[in-house]
């Protein structure tokens, strides 16, 4: 048998999809981000705002940084899977990011 399947991975368009679909992300964790300081700074400064103002920082950092590595390692020709780490780390920053997001609003 001849063609992509037999000899090797024909990745064709696929890295690039994803590495656009990892920009798409993290613009669309940037404006969670920047919407949560600005509902946390607009308050009265209590230290559960600025507190929460500056968890929503770290964690927007932390999800930026390991999105930033990914799209950097789907540039590689035979581009590495997700590890389980970074995944971990992922799913961790989303869901601080909505319990920030439920204490600012409450």
């Known amino acids: ?26 613009l669309a964790c940037s404006v969670v981000a920047v919407l949560a300081l600005r ?3 607009r308050g009265s400064g209590s230290a559960v705002e600025v507190a929460g103002a500056a968890v929503t920082a770290l964690l927007w950092l932390a999800f930026l940084g390991v999105a930033h590595g990914r799209i950097r390692a ?3 020709a035979r581009p590495p899977g997700l590890a389980p780490r970074a995944a971990s780390a992922l799913v961790a920053c989303t869901v601080a990011l909505a319990v920030v997001a439920v204490a600012l609003v409450f």
């Open 1 to 26: 048998m001849s063609g992509p399947g037999a000899g090797g991975r024909d990745a064709g368009l696929q890295p690039e999809r994803t590495r656009l679909a990892w920009r798409r992300t993290t």
């Open 74 to 76: 789907l540039a590689a």
């Open 39 to 41: 509902q946390a700074l």
